[in-house]
């Protein structure tokens, strides 16, 4: 994915590692507990937030392939992931877990409490090429804060590019459509719905999904023969997250602006009120390898 700046990104991440559902977590450590290892693949990585908050899940030897199509998001990526681990080194060269994508970018080896994570970056346009991304069996496939921007014709296929290597699937903070604003303002449902309307545009994949994302997924994987666990986790925000509710306000304000819905004097009076608290609807899913026959 590309079009998030690490500022906004940098904004989200501690509301995003606070919702996520813990009993959907427990479900994917349970699948891994057993292993001494696991390999995984992150689409649309950002700056390596949800290996931040997923890596804890899993077993301490740890081999992630990162991958987004925005360079700044990938550079952005090896950064903060350096700096949040314990300790950070260059890849070896001959380890063939840690290679150097094309784009040049070293691969790295973290060490994070009793984790070892061998991370290396890969640069793909995931609505042109998805199997660019998914080229090698891996144990886990994961995403956070993808899937309701792209189309259920793509799910689809993922779903069954991830069926066809038996991985695991964990997807966090699918948005589902909740929004809540605190104070209430007649104005918030008009303002969601035009909001939602332009979520479910074209953003490179086809039309969205938007708040349907979780519920296709969910689908499409126990289509596949997958046993699909889901839970809530919202975002719930209070007078202490102000800088990301008034960044909320404003995209949203953005969002209903573009989508011609509503008139800009309504808008602009919206904006206006100070919020002092919110809560966003997400969906996290886990989906795990049951059987071998698929529809």
């Known amino acids: ?14 509301a995003d590692l606070k919702a996520r559902n813990r009993d959907v977590a427990n479900v994917l450590s ?25 890596s804890q899940l899993l077993p301490d030897i740890q081999a992630w392939t990162l991958v987004d199509y925005d360079p700044q998001l990938l550079e952005a990526a090896r ?3 350096s700096i949040w681990a314990d300790s950070s080194d260059a890849a070896a060269s001959h380890d063939a877990s840690s290679s150097i994508s094309e784009e040049g970018l070293d691969g790295i080896v973290l060490r994070k ?36 921007l792209v189309s259920e014709e793509f799910i689809q296929r993922f779903a069954h590019h991830v069926a ?5 699937f964990y997807g966090v903070l699918t948005c589902n459509g909740l929004q809540r604003w605190q104070p209430h303002r007649p104005a918030d449902n008009e303002i ?12 490179g994949f086809g039309p969205a999904a938007g708040p349907l994302a979780a519920s296709v997924l969910i689908e499409q994987f126990g289509l596949n023969g997958y046993l699909v666990s889901e839970g809530s986790s919202p975002w719930v925000l209070s007078r202490n997250d102000r800088m990301l509710i008034d960044e909320m306000v ?30 966003t609807g997400h969906t996290d899913v886990c989906a795990v390898p049951t059987a071998t026959v698929r529809f």
């Not at 969601?192 to 953003?203: E, I, L, V």
């Open 79 to 81: 950064r903060e992931l």
């Open 164 to 168: 066809d290597m038996r991985a695991t």
């Open 1 to 14: 994915m590309s079009g998030f700046s690490p500022d906004w990104l940098k904004l989200r991440e501690p």
């Open 192 to 203: 969601q719905s035009a909001f939602q309307r332009h979520q479910m545009g074209d953003k």
């Open 30 to 54: 349970a699948r891994f507990a057993l292993r001494d290892r696991v390999s995984v693949v992150d689409l649309g990585c950002g700056t390596g937030s949800n290996l931040r908050g997923t």
């Open 250 to 279: 404003r995209g949203h304000a953005m969002a209903a602006s573009e989508a011609g819905l509503v008139d800009i004097k309504t808008i602009e009076s919206w904006v206006k009120v100070a919020r002092t608290a919110a809560e």
């Open 113 to 148: 409490g009793s984790a070892t994570i061998t991370v290396s970056f890969l640069r793909c346009d995931l609505a042109a090429n998805l199997k660019q991304a998914l080229h090698q069996p891996v144990d886990l496939v994961t995403a956070a804060a993808l899937f309701d």
